[in-house]
């Protein structure tokens, strides 16, 4: 597995792990006003997704989505499973191609300007960390149990499926 794969479905299972948490939350919890971020946790989600698939279209050449609707837990977790496998997919071709340094077109800057391609896979996951802290605190203030840290390594291990590293 390459580094991007890593930064990818690291990326988007910490995302999918802080939606399943979040599931049994009332719409009152989901929706709870706090002054961090895009101030309550569906917005937090709803940004985190929309920027991915965002991003994954202007990566692609492909028009930004428009049928984008829903932003239930479980059509977020949708959106995400579906725009995951197209960065992993983006990711993987990438790397086959090395075409790191290859640039798309970002048309919805004004003017647009080109970037490259690994910089812009880099963003997304570095985005999601930042917003990912956010759900994080907003959980916390809602009194969400059993938070997981998120972290590379942790994911790495239960990706490896072991309960604990191996000891030297």
Not at 44 to 53: L, V, W, Y
């Amino acid at each position: 597995m390459t580094i991007l794969e890593r930064l990818l479905q690291h990326d988007a299972w910490t995302t999918r792990s802080l939606l399943a948490l979040s599931a049994d939350l009332p719409d009152s919890a989901l929706d709870c006003e706090f002054d961090i971020g895009h101030r309550s946790l569906r917005r937090t989600f709803t940004h985190i997704i929309a920027n991915m698939e965002c991003w994954c279209d202007l990566m692609t050449g492909q028009p930004q989505r428009s049928n984008v609707s829903g932003n239930s837990i479980a059509t977020l977790i949708e959106r995400l499973d579906i725009v995951a496998a197209q960065l992993s997919s983006l990711g993987k071709n990438v790397d086959a191609e090395n075409c790191q340094d290859d640039f798309f077109t970002d048309y919805l800057d004004d003017p647009p300007h080109k970037k490259p391609l690994g910089a812009g896979l880099v963003h997304i996951t570095t985005h999601g960390m930042h917003h990912r802290a956010q759900c994080l605190y907003i959980m916390r203030l809602l009194g969400v149990k059993n938070l997981i840290e998120g972290d590379a390594i942790s994911w790495e291990r239960i990706h490896r499926g072991l309960k604990e590293w191996p000891r030297s």
